[in-house]
């Protein structure tokens, strides 16, 4: 008989850019073996199914859910990238995590054109509830800045 497995949905903040799928499945084995050790990531099995639009669906087997969950949330980077990785929804199937992902409300967020902090430039996107995400323009030394409208009042 075949091990049953077990459907995490999880949501990663910021939402963009996406990690790399390869990338997330590489910080959550580590973080996995980090906290379990080596037999136990082999017995549950950790996988990252999907990784796109703001959420990830990881794969584990049955009865290693709330370990698996666990360990996602200890996760703080994926590569150079600094994230959060909240569980939202556990499953037995695909098909119900996917069912889940179109009943959440998507992220919606007004893109602002260009804005001055601190005499950078920064690409901004402006979210529901007065959160606003700065993202430095360039290539080298991007910097991730999470400030609220009464921060931009005050600059």
């Not at 179109?102 to 902090?117: D, G, N, P, Q, Y």
Request: charged share 30%; net charge positive.
């Amino acid at each position: 008989m075949r091990e049953k497995k077990r459907y995490l949905l999880v949501r990663i903040d910021p939402p963009f850019p996406d990690p790399d799928p390869k990338e997330l499945y590489f910080a959550v084995v580590e973080s996995v073996t980090s906290l379990f050790g080596d037999a136990e990531a082999a017995r549950m099995m950790p996988v990252v199914i999907t990784c796109g639009s703001g959420y990830a669906m990881i794969r584990c087997i049955r009865g290693y859910e709330e370990k698996a969950r666990i360990a996602i949330v200890t996760l703080t980077s994926v590569g150079e990238r600094r994230i959060a990785l909240h569980a939202v929804a556990t499953s037995g199937t695909l098909l119900a995590l996917r069912r889940k992902i179109s009943m959440l409300s998507l992220i919606s967020f007004e893109v602002v054109a260009s804005l001055r902090f601190r005499d950078r430039e920064y690409a901004a996107r402006r979210y529901p509830c007065q959160k606003v995400d700065l993202h430095e323009k360039g290539i080298k030394s991007q910097e991730l800045l999470f400030l609220t409208q009464d921060d931009l009042e005050e600059s």
